[in-house]
């Protein structure tokens, strides 16, 4: 019996025993991901550049008015465009010039300049003349004898331009004396001058309008406040003629059919 007694109490005492339930562990929390809306700029967008109002128009804008033009600089993001920094269809030239000979009397060649449709600057450099510069004509041509130190011949400058400019529409304000000057030929019907249209020659009484005179009166810019940039006046020139560009090319074909002045 002392050993059925001792069982039962054994038992007894398992069956009195609250039986302890084990509690489910927590749930992990996952945290849901949360998306800003806030955009967070990349390298490249987050930087700027200020441009001048004549390059804004130019680059910003496909189809310009007189009223794209702002008063002043502007800052823009810098988003390189590789459609838009293509040599293209048009090519706008300019070219500075020093003095050669006794009181520099002859112009020669010392900057040449080429942008294209929207304003970005395909060629821009300094030339070598071959003769001794007797006057640099600095105050108009910004042109200085530091700027030879890293100057390319004229041979150089004569073969890059030619290269850029074949079979493209050139744009120039007397152009002539820009490719006379590097001893190059162009076919008249790809040129475009502003200096030959007649609405801009209207504002000189029909002589030949100075660059600074035309973008003063249809642009309302001031250019050429101290010496000359043949990449500022390039881009004058492309924009007078994209301003005025149905207009211009009517005219040359209405010209081309009534045919050479007999």
Known sequence: MAGLSSNWKKLSSKISKPETKKKPAPKKVIPKKVISAKVIPTVESSKSKTVTPIEFALWAKEHITKEDLPSSPVSIPHTPSRRKEEPGKYIAIDCEFVGVGPEGERSVLARVSLVNFYGHVLLDEFVKPKEKVT???????????????????????????????????????????????????HPGWLIRDTVT?????????????????????????DIQQSSHSSVEDARATMLLFRLHKKDIEQHLRNRHKKGPAK
């Open 135 to 185: 006057d640099w004509r600095t105050w108009v041509s910004g042109v200085t004898s530091k700027h030879m130190a890293d100057a390319i011949t004229f041979e150089q400058a004569q073969t890059r331009v030619g290269e850029l400019l074949k079979d493209k529409v050139v744009v120039g304000h007397a152009v002539h004396h820009d490719l006379d000057a590097l001893l190059l030929s």
């Open 197 to 221: 249209y007649p609405a801009f020659r209207k504002i000189s009484n029909g002589r030949s309008p100075s660059l600074k005179k035309l973008t003063g009166h249809f642009l309302g810019v």
